[in-house]
């Protein structure tokens, strides 16, 4: 069954992105042989196309360079002169052209894939006032763990953590023909992509106005 915990949407869809709407990026955090990151990709994007108020993209990780072994200097010292591979242009020039991120996790021994933290730490103002939130999945506790990691690792990017997520126990029973059985996963989808536009609008608007002081 999918979660979350508030009672009713929030906020409006504070559109301004080009053309209209908020450039998201769907963040495929999995990269293991077998996966099933995709398929819960491919179903919160169809959501956030039927939204409206989205441009979506799909980033996966196992089709970009992202490898472990990170320069000398830090990417938050070196800022746009830092060197990154070839191989992830993809991923750094989607995360920085996008208004608002939806991250798509596991949950691996109590915490996320490691293929998505080499993936933040190669980046730092590509997530500096920008919202973020969570789609988990996994056992019994649905990625809450991977989730509360996160939001920890992504506040020190300054990133801005969105309360509601949705969250998929037990995805090997839950899911079928690549949609949750849940029928009410789509309406908590929906909260959550208002409550995503409402921040991406608002966030977009005040890095506009003025620069952010990081
Ligand atoms: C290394 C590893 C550790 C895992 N640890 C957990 C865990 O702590 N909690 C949990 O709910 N599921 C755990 N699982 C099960 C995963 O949630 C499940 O395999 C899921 O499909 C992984 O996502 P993926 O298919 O996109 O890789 C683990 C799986 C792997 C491969």
């Known amino acids: 069954m999918a979660e979350n915990n508030t009672s009713a949407a929030v906020g409006g869809n504070g559109r301004n992105g080009a053309p209209g709407r908020h450039r998201l990026v769907v963040l495929v955090g999995s990269v293991r042989e077998g996966r099933f990151g ?3 990709a491919s ?3 169809e959501q956030a196309r039927l939204h409206g108020g989205f441009d979506v993209e799909i980033l996966d990780l196992a089709e970009v360079e ?3 072994e990170l320069p000398a200097v830090s990417p938050k010292a070196a800022g746009g002169d830092y060197p990154r591979p070839a191989g992830m242009a993809p991923l750094t020039e989607a995360l920085e052209r996008a208004d608002a991120f939806l991250v798509v996790t596991p949950e691996y021994n109590h915490s996320y894939p490691a293929s998505l933290k080499a993936a933040i730490d190669w980046h730092f103002t590509q ?3 920008k919202p973020v939130a969570f789609v ?3 056992g019994a506790a649905g990625g809450r763990h991977a989730v509360l990691h996160l939001e920890n690792v992504l506040t020190e990017l300054h990133a801005v953590t969105i309360r509601d ?3 998929f126990p037990n995805y090997f029973t839950s899911w079928q023909d690549g949609r949750p059985q849940d029928p009410d996963a789509p309406a908590y989808a929906k909260t959550l992509l208002e409550q995503l536009a409402w921040w991406a609008g608002a966030l977009r ?3 506009e106005a003025v620069p952010y002081p990081a």
């Open 66 to 68: 992202v490898p472990l």
């Open 205 to 207: 608007a005040a890095r």
């Open 43 to 45: 179903w919160v994007a």
């Open 136 to 138: 988990s999945y996994g």
């Open 38 to 40: 995709p398929v819960v």
């Open 127 to 129: 997530w500096t006032a």
């Open 165 to 167: 997520g949705l969250a």
